[in-house]
């Protein structure tokens, strides 16, 4: 019976495996709706109508998007007061037309994005800071004056502020005697700690004890509260003790700081955020009245709220401070409040930890009293909270963003990964440790280059992706300004938030051919929203505010992963199970490592001590050598020495690096060297393209990266390229016994991964990526045969488990010209198979084209393929928007075969039609599309939609007097009257309106349109399965060009003049380029004239490609290839058409094609 009820319950489990898998396959191929991508939708100024809503958000729904979170932001005046009656009567249509097209809808909860705030917040309610004036007596005597009230106008700072609040509250008279002023270093200004906290204002830097002298330190009993001597017309009357006095009269005073951007009509001063009455005094203003429209159902339409950014300024005072201050540290600022104005009381060592419990309230204030307390508020309706990552505010960043629901990572797209893989790990690190599973996203806030409408789904690609394997789970596009106006041509592309955003709306050219892009995000968010993510450590932020989350670089090579905990978190709900680290999640580390730090609190000792006495592994780079603050003190500090010394005994990470304590070890080591001592080999070992594993010490900087999670039943990798170019790599996994699979996103489809090895408990994967290339390697259940550990084309060894080999140029020749190929299995058997040659028919010439777009020109005959940028036609040189090339082919179809379309070089994105039918949409390289199916034997009618960018037309229009009215910056404040009067415009020439402008009419126009070569392409296709599937991957990764000469990035030259005009900016932009990624505007074959070299021994011509061996490329002889020399260094060799060769020396910045151009053209020009 015991036998019987042991194979019913493995039989159970089988069963339970295999649903799960289903589930995941189907999931995979379907995702459910909540998984989509959203975007960031801009109200801009009161141009919102209940119609244009509808429209906006069919379509929304209509390309794939999953809902936007609504953003209420400044631009030309428009009808609708923000929160107004008429302005929640269109958010509660919103709201009810998300319930009919099952979207979700967010809100950012202000109007524009610096925090909280509005009209009805008043100033007493306002954001505030210490302000005091200091009047100098003598005593003995009686005192009877009027006392300087403190200043309380605005303060000079880094966001927007009311000019003139009028509002001053007094805290607190105190006399001192008579110091030097100023002895506590980094304090600020006289108007109290009102910087940006760009550094620890309140003390940031440690004031030295042998800089004070002892006459210039005040007793603590030597402070004397007068508050009670001063009338409320600020009369003072006090019988002074003998000696010189300062008299501070302090007080509160509003920082002024206000909501922005938006309407100058209804801008509001920022709420208090330290003070739970002023924050639920913003949430019945605001919230309450969208929350009472008909039809709204919180947590269902109205999915979460959301802080988008801190860009309100700090605060260091409010009514309620010091209450909290007392509640929280069990003792009263008062007495202490003349070291805010700089002064040292009782001793250096008093004054510093006072400041450090005075930093630390104001940041449990934020946390608790707003973040918090939004977050409470939210859930009583069963809405999510949401906020990004801060640093260098007056709280802990760290804490701050494990207290949501929904955190928000900001990344951009200018510039290697820009802020891509950081902001993603740090707003991802709390979903990992806590159990979460939406990390949101503010994606692609570009400005000025990048906001000039110059990218489409390919260029967003590779930064996304490598977003995805930080952490990230959902794209949030920024952004998508609505269009408020109808859908006539002279209202494209219509509105724009400043010079803000990647401008992905329903007017962008691209826009409807959006749909398979976003269901390539749709299956990448649902894949990576399941199981638990794994990493092997846990890096601790430091114990500080203002935090220091965004400095901390956990020094780990490729391989490893990781995540980011606060302090707060170690101290509270870490535990240790079986030698790990176990967070509330259920996730493991291998172990803890902790920030160097001087100083320690009490209670997170007493956690390093719990955690080590259990069994953690805890690393560290600094032994501590006294307390925090003044609570408990100095019991505090005896504690504090004594478990040091206990814990740390003789570590010092020279002579000894570990220390044994209860069941645990501390390490003063590099945490990869514990990882290594524990026996912990690299998740994922990479070996590159050129040879060499990656051994980066951060990921951040690496062109391959990963993220690994894992369900019941499998493991999920995702890994992405960030190369613009085709290439391969061998990938060790740590794991074994389980059967590697490809799940394409972009696709969908599924297979089994043919070639790869197991070894030594790893399993060894060759990969070839197109260029960004990314896909999942999903590992579960059992191998049913050997797999290929060798794949051979013509003699020649093309993929191996054994080494790194790119196929690209072998494959490409063999598929052309046939032959045999041949593949080795684990178990010794051998494969071979004849491959008939590829037959291709040239599809380059005679095709019908169309326009569709603003300013179309008139249908043509294209004989051959050009760039529409190249014609004599002004209309087709300057056109924006979609060319429909038609025309008819004959196809004889044979069982056996496939048919391919490779419609080569696109710019930018490609829809193909058979006989009416929409087949599919190529939006990344290599443009290439499996016919088989769709075409039939006989004629077929092939159409294909090409669609461009904005930026040329906008080139066309500046060719014509400027009728709109740009200002100087180009952001158009008020609009023509032409345009709100629906009258003729004056300048017909001119074809597009937007709100601001981006080009010149000198800037070199993008190439666009079909470029070709486009060929139908027929394979012969193989009976044995394994080798068809390795057959067919080789074809579609050959196909891949080996360069792109047309980049991933346009840059708008006009911003560039506005920069050089005065822009404040002008020497960032003046000096770097647009992107690391942008490329030359040159047509695709590079014709270079090496300097020491004649014309005539010139004559012939080659395109710049890598060439990895040296081969001749072009008929003369000439080629150029990469290779090292013998100090490692990367150099280019240059052959040309007479014999001579040049070796130049280059750097290369993640092989960008760029930069390689770049270098060849600058040493030539030499």
Request: proline share 6%; net charge neutral; hydrophobic share 35%.
């Amino acid at each position: 019976m015991k036998k019987r009820k042991l194979m019913v319950g493995v039989m159970a489990s089988l069963a339970a495996a295999v649903a799960l898998g289903a589930t995941l396959e189907k999931g995979f191929e379907n995702p459910p709706d909540k998984y989509r991508s959203i975007v960031l939708w801009e109200w801009c100024n009161g141009w919102i109508s209940k119609e244009a809503m509808t429209k906006e958000m069919e379509s929304l729904k209509r390309v794939g998007l999953g809902g936007a979170k609504v953003f209420n932001v400044g631009g030309p005046e428009g009808p609708v007061r923000f929160a107004s009656p008429e302005w929640f009567d269109i958010f509660g249509h919103t709201l009810r037309e998300a319930s009919r097209l099952d979207l979700r809808i967010s809100m950012n909860m202000t109007e524009g994005f610096c925090a909280i705030g509005g009209p009805w917040i008043p100033p007493e309610k306002s954001m505030q800071h210490m302000v005091w004036s200091e009047t100098e007596v003598s005593g003995p005597g009686n005192i009877s004056m009027e006392l300087e009230r403190p200043d309380d106008g605005p303060i000079i700072a880094k966001t927007l502020k009311l000019k003139d609040v009028g509002y001053y509250a007094d805290v607190r008279v105190l006399a001192v005697p008579q110091v030097a002023k100023d002895q506590i270093e980094h304090l600020g200004v006289k108007k109290g700690l009102r910087d940006h906290h760009e550094k620890n204002e309140t003390a940031g830097k440690k004031t030295k004890a042998s800089s004070v002298k002892a006459a210039d330190i005040i007793p603590q009993g030597k402070v004397i509260d007068l508050t009670d001597k001063m009338d409320e017309n600020g009369t003072l009357n006090w019988n002074a003790p003998s000696g010189k006095w300062t008299v501070l009269r302090m007080g509160s005073a509003s920082t002024g700081a206000c909501t922005r951007p938006g309407s100058e009509k209804t801008r509001g001063l920022e709420a208090d955020k330290f003070s739970r009455e002023a924050v639920k005094l913003h949430f019945d203003s605001l919230i309450k009245p969208i929350l009472e429209q008909d039809g709204v159902k919180p947590g269902e339409n109205l999915t979460y709220l959301a802080v988008d950014s801190w860009e309100a300024d700090g605060q260091n005072w409010s009514p309620v401070l010091a209450a909290e201050f007392e509640k929280r540290r069990g003792y009263s600022l008062y007495p202490f409040l003349p070291v805010l104005t700089g002064r040292i009381v009782e001793s250096v060592e008093v004054s510093e930890r006072f400041l450090y419990d005075f930093r630390r309230t104001m940041g449990d204030c934020v946390h608790d009293n707003f973040f918090g307390y939004l977050a409470e508020l939210c859930a009583e309706y069963n809405m999510g909270f949401g906020s990004e990552p801060f640093s260098r505010a007056s709280f802990d960043g760290m804490e701050i963003i494990e207290a949501l629901s929904h955190p928000c990572a900001t990344f951009w797209n200018r510039g290697s990964h820009f802020r891509a893989y950081n902001e993603s790990k740090w707003a991802a690190s709390p979903a990992h440790v806590l159990g979460g599973r939406k990390v949101t996203s503010e994606a692609f806030p570009a400005g000025r280059f990048d906001a000039a409408w110059v990218h489409y789904p390919w260029t967003y690609k590779w930064v996304a992706d490598y977003a995805y394997t930080a952490g990230l789970t959902q794209l949030g596009f920024h952004c998508s300004p609505i269009q408020p106006w109808d859908d006539k041509p002279i209202h494209k592309p219509g509105m724009v938030f400043k010079y803000w955003g990647s401008q992905y709306s329903r007017h962008n050219t691209w826009w409807e051919q959006g749909v398979e892009w976003q269901n390539y995000q749709t299956r990448c968010q649902y894949m990576l929203e399941q199981g638990l993510f794994q990493g092997e450590a846990l890096f601790m932020t430091p114990e500080v505010v203002p935090g220091l989350e965004g400095s901390t670089r956990p020094n780990l090579p490729q391989g490893y992963d990781f995540d980011l905990v606060s302090a707060k978190l170690v101290r509270n709900q870490l535990s240790v199970e079986d030698g790990m680290i176990l967070a509330p999640s259920g996730m493991k580390y291998h172990l803890l490592n902790l920030p160097r730090m001087n100083e320690i609190s009490v209670e997170l000792l007493r956690k390093i001590q719990k955690l080590l006495a259990d069994g953690a592994q805890i690393v560290v780079s600094s032994k501590p050598t006294t307390s925090r603050g003044l609570v408990n003190y100095p019991a505090s500090e005896n504690e504090v020495q004594k478990l040091v010394a206990e814990i740390w005994q003789d570590l010092n990470g020279k002579g000894v690096t570990e220390v044994s304590y209860g069941k645990g070890k501390l390490y003063w080591l590099e945490p990869f060297d514990v990882l290594k001592k524990l026996g912990v080999e690299p998740d994922v070992i990479v070996d590159m393209e050129d040879g060499t594993e990656e051994k980066s010490s951060y990921r951040a900087k690496l062109p391959l990266t990963y993220i690994h999670r894992k369900t019941s039943d499998a493991d999920i990798y995702f890994v992405a390229s960030s190369l613009e170019k085709p290439s391969s790599a061998l990938l060790s996994f740590r794991i074994t016994g389980k059967q590697p699979e490809f799940w394409y996103p972009g696709s969908g489809r599924i297979e089994k991964c043919p070639v790869y090895e197991e070894k030594d408990g790893r399993t060894i994967i060759p990969m070839v990526l197109d260029p960004a290339g990314s896909v999942f390697v999903v590992f579960r259940g059992k191998s049913e045969s050997a797999p290929v550990t060798q794949v051979s084309l013509n003699g020649t060894e093309v993929i191996s488990t054994a080494k790194r080999i790119n196929p690209l140029v072998d494959s490409r020749k063999f598929f052309k010209e046939g032959g045999a190929l041949e593949i080795k299995t684990a178990d010794g058997k051998t494969l071979k198979t004849n491959i008939a040659p590829e037959k291709s028919v040239s599809l380059d010439k005679n095709w019908i084209v169309s326009f569709d777009g603003v300013a179309a020109p008139k249908a043509r005959q294209f004989e051959t393929l050009y760039p529409w940028n190249e014609s004599d036609d002004e209309l087709l040189r300057y056109f924006s928007g979609t060319g429909i090339y038609k025309k008819t082919i004959d196809v004889n179809k044979d069982k056996g075969e496939e048919l391919w379309l490779d419609l080569g070089l696109v710019e930018v994105i490609a829809t193909v039609l058979v006989n009416g039918k929409e087949l599919a949409t190529e939006w990344k390289p290599p443009f290439l599309l499996d016919m088989t199916d769709a075409l039939e034997s006989g004629e077929n009618e092939l159409e294909i939609r090409v669609t461009n960018l904005w930026g040329n037309r906008f080139i066309g229009d500046e060719q014509y007097p400027d009728d709109i009215g740009f200002p100087s910056n180009g952001v158009l404040g008020t609009l023509p009257d032409w345009f709100v009067q629906d009258k003729p415009r004056p300048q017909p020439g001119r074809k597009t309106f937007t709100t601001c402008r981006y080009y010149a009419k000198d800037d070199p126009l993008k190439p666009s349109g079909l470029l070709g070569p486009v060929s139908l392409i027929t394979r012969s296709k193989n009976a044995d399965p394994r080798v068809e599937q390795i057959a067919r991957d080789l074809f579609e990764f050959s196909r891949n060009p080996e360069f792109f000469t047309y980049g991933w990035h346009r840059v708008a030259p006009y911003w560039k003049d506005v920069a050089r005009k005065g822009d404040k900016n002008k020497a960032k932009f003046a000096k770097k380029p647009a992107d690391a990624h942008a490329q030359p505007e040159e047509k695709p074959t590079a014709k270079l004239k090496p300097a020491p070299v004649s014309e005539a021994a010139h004559a012939g011509t080659y395109e710049v490609r890598r060439w990895a061996e040296g081969k001749p490329q072009a008929a003369d002889g000439s080629f150029v290839r990469l290779f090292k020399n013998p100090k490692g260094k990367n150099l280019v060799e240059l052959k040309t058409p007479d014999g001579k060769v040049f070796a130049i020396g280059m750097k290369l910045m993640s092989l960008e094609d760029k930069a390689y151009l770049k270098s060849i053209r600058a040493e030539f020009k030499k």
